[in-house]
T-cell receptor, first 115, second 115 residues
Framework: GENVEQHPSTLSVQEGDSAVIKCTYS??????FPWYKQELGKRPQLIID?????GEKKDQRIAVTLNKTAKHFSLHITETQPEDSAVYFC??????????????FGAGTRLAVHP | DTEVTQTPKHLVMGMTNKKSLKCEQH?????MYWYKQKAKKPPELMFV???????INESVPSRFSPECPNSSLLNLHLHALQPEDSALYLC??????????????FGQGTRLTVV
């Protein structure tokens, strides 16, 4: 079945450093790749997404890259701040018969940004 | 309005109780989802409704019964739950696949404890 692998499971950086989280997906028909940030006790919040017809997308300090051939996509956070500390989930939208929308999540990366 | 509202925020129920979780959105989204999230794990899909019809049931036990009364509301009826069903239950909504802008928005979740 569809699968999304995410690495690393934990990531610790100093404030101001960059953080990179990587995901691979198994379903070559996947065409939509969102990233969610989840703070403790709160809902997952969409921070950035990318569609399969785009290779890179940037929003201020956050960028996502997609390599469709290798089925890899990555989240890049520059100039990290303590408030970036959270669990980050990547996801891929699986294509099902009938066109139904099913997101498959990676296992998550716990990012800690130390002042 | 980009909110998905879930009630209640917290719920404690006994194994013989019947309770319901509620979810509401007014973004005109025609796909709605229930996810279950255990601590330190990614959200796990339970059900998908598309145009008020159940389109995906991820082999969820019958003690969980979803209902979609109209395009804005989604319920999850609970009966005879087990302690291992304790988790954060997240509702989400999106435009159905095939329509531009298919990002999924999550509600704050209901933290369920079964005693």
């Amino acid at each position: 079945g569809e699968n999304v692998e995410q690495h690393p499971s934990t990531l610790s950086v100093q404030e101001g450093d960059s953080a990179v989280i990587k995901c691979t997906y198994s379903d070559s028909a996947s065409n939509y790749f969102p990233w969610y940030k989840q703070e403790l006790g709160k809902r997952p919040q969409l921070i950035i997404d990318i569609r399969s017809n785009v290779g890179e997308k940037k929003d201020q300090r956050i960028a996502v890259t997609l390599n469709k051939t290798a089925k890899h996509f990555s989240l890049h956070i520059t100039e990290t701040q303590p408030e970036d500390s959270a669990v980050y989930f990547c996801a891929a939208r699986g294509i099902l018969s009938g066109g139904y929308n099913k997101l498959i999540f990676g296992a998550g990366t716990r990012l800690a940004v130390h002042p | 309005d980009t909110e998905v509202t879930q009630t209640p925020k917290h719920l404690v129920m006994g194994m013989t109780n019947k309770k319901s979780l509620k979810c509401e959105q007014h973004m005109g989204h025609r796909a709605m989802y229930w996810y279950k999230q255990k601590a330190k794990k990614p959200p796990e899909l339970m059900f998908v409704y598309s145009y008020e019809k159940l389109s995906i049931n991820e082999s969820v036990p019958s003690r969980f019964s979803p209902e979609c009364p109209n395009s804005s509301l989604l319920n999850l009826h609970l009966h005879a739950l087990q302690p291992e069903d304790s988790a954060l239950y997240l509702c989400a909504s999106s435009r159905p696949q095939g329509v531009a802008g298919t990002e999924a928005f999550f509600g704050q979740g209901t933290r369920l404890t079964v005693v």
